[in-house]
């Protein structure tokens, strides 16, 4: 059974419906997907561990599937931790490729055991990061259709403005 699990690793600062789309995408390859949440605070992100892994929690619920845990360290210790083989990372452009495929392969390289997948978000999301959705986000730009409403929610709370896009 735990050979088909999966481990979806990132930071999620925040959870945009790219994220979503790929784990959609898992139900019908993996039977669970672990949901890792790096845990980066040095990267000085928006959202802690926990508030990040709440909004997660939020949007893809609790049905057997779907299972949301932290990790700091290697991936690849994580990926032990879970007893899982295979990573699941999204692939958007060619832009993503080298980075990507630089981590597979030093994630194989620290345990040949684990193995990589990449799965394409829908084409309407390939252009989506959380990167960006910060940036749109403090500049006042709409993310409609982009971010779940309760992500938007959190993040005018904690940018402090109107989480219609006006300032
Ligand atoms: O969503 P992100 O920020 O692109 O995700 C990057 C992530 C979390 C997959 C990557 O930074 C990671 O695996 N970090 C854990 C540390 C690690 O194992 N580093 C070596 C990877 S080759």
Aim: charged share 30%; hydrophobic share 40%.
């Amino acid at each position: 059974m735990n050979g088909r699990l999966a481990v979806y690793p990132g930071s999620f600062d925040p959870l945009h419906h790219g994220h979503l789309d790929l784990i959609e995408r898992c139900r019908s390859i993996f039977d669970g997907v672990v949901i890792g949440v790096l845990e980066n605070e040095e990267k000085q992100p928006l959202f802690s561990v926990e508030e990040r892994m709440a909004m997660i929690r939020e949007m893809v619920g609790d049905d057997g599937f779907c299972r949301v845990e932290s990790f700091s360290g290697l991936l690849v210790d994580f990926m032990d931790r879970m007893r899982a083989k295979t990573i699941v990372r999204g692939l958007r452009a060619i832009s993503d490729f080298e980075y990507e495929f630089q981590m597979a392969l030093m994630n194989r390289h620290l345990n040949p055991r684990v193995e990589t997948v990449f799965l394409m978000p829908k084409e309407e999301y390939s252009y989506l990061s959380s990167r960006l959705v910060k940036e749109v986000f403090r500049l006042g730009g709409s993310l409609d259709g982009l971010v779940p409403p309760s992500v938007l929610g959190h993040m005018a709370r904690r940018l402090g403005r109107d989480e219609a896009g006006s300032d």
